[in-house]
């Protein structure tokens, strides 16, 4: 089952929250026009290296198992291209996305 998800940030800009749920996990994203920011699933490692010429703005946080979690949590991770717009590990995921907008 998937479940799409209004969010409003504190600039009162409205984002995109995905839940998807499979056997035994969850899959969540919260998305903007630029980027995005995801549960633990996300390989940061492989955007940063092998898709590195797409440039994808994105932020990683773990062990988060619903999208309120998700936009409270510190990034563990970011991409080069995320950093590049001041999104650094450890930022809370509601405030990178306002870096995404």
């Keep these: 089952m998937m479940r799409m998800v209004p969010i409003v940030l504190a600039d009162n800009t409205t984002v995109l929250g995905v839940e998807v749920l499979l056997p035994k996990t969850t899959l969540l994203a919260v998305t903007t026009d630029k980027g995005y920011i995801m549960c633990g699933a996300l390989d940061v490692s ?6 590195k010429d797409r440039g994808i703005i994105a ?3 773990v062990g988060v198992k619903t999208l309120d ?5 510190p990034l563990e991770s970011v991409t080069g291209a995320a950093e590049a717009l001041g999104i650094k590990p450890g930022m ?5 996305l306002l870096l995404m907008l």
């Design 92 to 96: 809370k995921g509601a405030d990178a």
């Design 69 to 73: 979690e998700l936009m409270a949590a």
């Design 46 to 51: 492989l955007l940063n290296e092998r898709l």
């Design 59 to 61: 932020g990683r946080a």
